[in-house]
């Protein structure tokens, strides 16, 4: 399993970011994925999640500000940002359990493997 994040980088307070995960290695049937993110000395948060059903979970800071969305056979995952503020500033991580009674959501146990990460700064 692989996944590569991308779109991370500067912005100012009040902008936008896309972030994209490309995902490959893994049967796309049935797949929990997430973007999750990490500041220095905190615990991993999650952001939002797609269940193996499609269903959605955000995290209350997430609400009315990120999209979660993923291609039709789970090959990208992408997080619409907007309304940023310095607080959002993090590593983003995407993860992905492959496995049909993935538990999902926004606990990072749940998720087996994980990408390198893409920086987001905000001004």
């Known amino acids: 399993v692989q996944l590569v994040e991308s779109g991370g980088g500067s912005v100012q307070a009040g902008g936008s970011l896309r972030l994209s995960c490309a995902a490959s290695g893994f049967m796309y049937n049935g797949a929990c994925m997430a973007w999750f993110r990490q500041t220095p000395g905190k615990e991993r948060e999650g952001v939002e999640a797609i269940g193996n059903d499609d269903t959605t979970t955000y995290a209350d800071f997430a609400q009315g500000r990120f999209t979660i969305s993923e291609d039709s056979n789970k090959s990208f995952l992408y997080l619409e940002m907007n309304s940023l503020t310095p607080e959002d500033a993090a590593m983003y991580y995407c993860?992905?359990?492959?496995?049909?009674?993935?538990?999902?959501?926004?606990?990072?146990?749940?998720?087996?493997?994980w990408g390198p990460g893409t920086q987001v700064t905000v001004s």
């Open positions: 993860a992905v359990h492959p496995y049909i009674r993935c538990s999902g959501g926004l606990t990072a146990d749940n998720y087996k493997y």
